[in-house]
């Protein structure tokens, strides 16, 4: 069995490799790998890329293909087992980095268009499908990293794509030329966009008059025409001092982008929708419920981290035995395993479609993204309980190290004689980092609106779950009056 599995180094390097045209605070970023801002995102995707190889992580984060081994990040589910895997291993990875696997993105496109490509080939005689199977045949063998790009800036949001007051607020399509089309627009909050290979571009929902922004197809991320402009994100300026008991969590992180399409041509054979405005909606139930379920796995994991670190910062604070302390805690778990069973309730629910793929089940999937909207805010508010005050009002690293201030500092900052004071100043600085810093924008921000805000799923629950029959049930057993 050959392994297509590239190392963390050879990933890294691969991005290095290209010339991306990525802004950050009005100036080019020369490398979206080595800028010090940058790079702790960069290596959370490597971390990927890590685990596919390391042989405590490996069975967990590869998968045969063939004859091959593959990163479970660029396969299309197969069997039921495939979805119950994808959560917990998305459980293990938030657990490792704080953050999530950001490749996930791609995967959810690469499903959700392997359904619809299939549909639209077998109705209207196109011949996505196969383009499509010949893309994943390649990120599988080059093990590249793909971007899920679907999120329209959206302008006027009481507006279609067709009456907005700028046709480009939407991604579309705005010419055929030389065998292929052109693309304007731009996509919102690309997670890890810049760290990817390859972006995905997905339609969101488009009326039968709207066929020019119904387009689906694979950018490479140096195609020319793409400029991406680097969020900034809460703290992120804590990076570039390097000093990483400020930073709170130095190794891991994530980034967003707006990319722009500034028009861009993409070759027919990369193109996998385009016009046929009637599959749109259902591509975004799919590609948006896919997102969901997967939350039940890496925001559980995340705050697998979030409760780990308010229990040690209890211990910290003398305070561990205490059952105020322990009944928090336990509410926290609570909410916790609420949200990872929901998430494997989708994947044990899931179905086999037409296309030879797996799904989970729609309902559970979004039930999952849901709870995911409200548990971590309260496991967020439960660890600010259980930490004090302290948590948002440390003295720096730099305190913590100055020759007069620093032994202040160690006799103020002191707590349970078990824990060192730069111990326990690192606890509630990591807390910090996932509750209030660069790490809310995913335990906290993504969980509301990532894969949609939750009226979204609300939308989705009342067409999935009718009513009718439970009216059926209750009539069935009432006393006639
Ligand atoms: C950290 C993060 C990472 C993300 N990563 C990705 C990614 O990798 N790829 C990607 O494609 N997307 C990504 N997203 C985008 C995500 O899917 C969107 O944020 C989400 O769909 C909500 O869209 P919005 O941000 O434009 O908010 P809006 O849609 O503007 O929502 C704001 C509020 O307005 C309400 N609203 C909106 N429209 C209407 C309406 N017509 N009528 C009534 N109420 C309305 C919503 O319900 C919500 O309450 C990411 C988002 C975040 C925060």
């Not at 690309?190 to 709207?210: F, G, I, N």
Request: glycine fraction near 8%; include cysteine.
């Amino acid at each position: 069995m050959r392994a297509m599995l590239r190392t963390a180094e050879n990933y890294l390097d691969s991005i290095r490799a290209r010339s991306l045209r990525v802004f950050y605070r009005g100036e080019r970023m020369e490398s979206v790998v080595d800028h010090p801002v940058a790079w702790p995102a960069a290596n959370c995707v490597a971390e990927v890329y890590r685990a596919a190889l390391a042989p405590e992580t490996a069975a967990m984060m590869s998968t045969t293909v063939g004859h091959e081994r593959v990163n479970v990040s660029n396969i299309l589910w197969r069997s039921r087992e495939d979805l119950i895997a994808r959560v917990k291993w998305e459980r293990m990875i938030g657990r490792m980095t704080g953050r999530g696997a950001l490749r996930s993105p791609g995967l959810d496109a690469i499903n959700a268009l392997a359904v619809i490509t299939d549909r639209c080939d077998r109705e209207r005689g196109t011949a996505y499908h196969p383009r499509l199977l010949a893309f994943v045949d390649r990120i599988q063998r080059d093990d590249l990293a793909v971007s899920g790009a679907m999120t329209d800036v959206r302008g006027d949001r009481s507006k279609r794509p067709a009456t907005q007051a700028d046709p480009d607020l939407f991604l579309r399509v705005v010419r055929r030329e030389n065998g292929g089309v052109v693309l304007r627009g731009a996509k919102a909050h690309q997670t890890s966009a810049v760290h990817c290979h390859e972006h995905l571009v997905l339609p969101m929902t488009c009326a039968a008059d709207e066929g020019a922004w119904a387009i689906a197809c694979a950018v490479p991320s140096d195609a020319p025409g793409v400029t991406h402009i680097y969020a900034r994100q809460p703290s992120d300026s804590r990076r570039a001092e390097r000093s990483p008991l400020d930073a709170g969590l130095p190794d891991f992180g994530g980034c967003e982008s707006l990319m722009v399409f500034d028009d861009v041509f993409v070759p027919d054979e990369r193109v996998f929708l385009c016009g046929e405005a009637e599959y749109t909606q259902e591509l975004v139930r799919l590609f948006g419920s896919f997102h969901r379920f997967c939350y039940g796995g890496c925001k559980v994991g995340i705050a697998d981290v979030v409760i780990g670190a308010a229990s040690l910062a209890a211990r910290a604070n003398g305070v561990r035995d205490r059952s105020a302390v322990e009944s928090k805690l336990t509410e926290m778990v609570q909410l916790n395993e609420t949200m990872y069973a929901c998430g494997l309730a989708a994947a044990l629910e899931g179905t086999e479609t037409e296309a030879g793929t797996w799904i989970p089940d729609i309902a559970l999937a979004n039930v999952t993204k849901l709870n995911v909207t409200r548990f971590p805010f309260e496991i967020a508010r439960l660890a600010a309980d259980i930490a004090g005050g302290a948590m948002l009002t440390l003295p720096s690293q730099a305190d913590l190290e100055h020759p007069e201030l620093g032994p202040l500092v160690k006799k103020y900052m002191a707590g349970s004689p078990e824990v060192s004071a730069g111990d326990r100043m690192a606890l509630f600085r990591l807390l910090e980092f996932l509750t209030h810093g660069a790490g809310a924008v995913y335990f906290l921000h993504e969980s509301l609106h990532g894969a949609g805000a939750p009226e979204a799923m609300k939308i989705l629950l009342r067409r999935e779950v009718p009513l009718a029959p439970f009216e059926d049930a209750a009539r069935r057993l009432m006393a006639s009056g």
